[in-house]
């Protein structure tokens, strides 16, 4: 549960912000392509995050998921 705690403190870095910028977004969404965006906004942080904290090298896998969420929360709380 230990290792396990990286990968959700950066899922929770990455989820508030998201939200916000959902509120944000969520008035401007007129046709079907734009919540396929969004859906896919949505997904592909959570993603990589995951996929960062698969590497093998166990260094990485501890920084790279924490550095991820924050330049991603960063990005969705600037944008909206």
Do not use: H
């Not at 230990?2 to 959902?22: A, G, R, T, W």
């Not at 990589?48 to 969420?69: D, G, H, R, S, Y």
């Amino acid at each position: 549960m230990k290792e396990k705690s990286v990968l959700y403190i950066s899922f929770l870095i990455i989820f508030l912000p998201l939200i916000k910028f959902d509120i944000f977004i969520y008035p401007t969404l007129d046709y079907f392509g734009k919540y396929v965006f969004i859906l896919a906004l949505n997904i592909v942080p959570f993603w990589v995050t995951n996929m960062l904290f698969n590497l093998k090298n166990e260094k990485l896998q501890k920084t790279l998921p924490i550095l991820w969420a924050v330049f991603m929360g960063g990005v969705f709380y600037y944008i909206s």
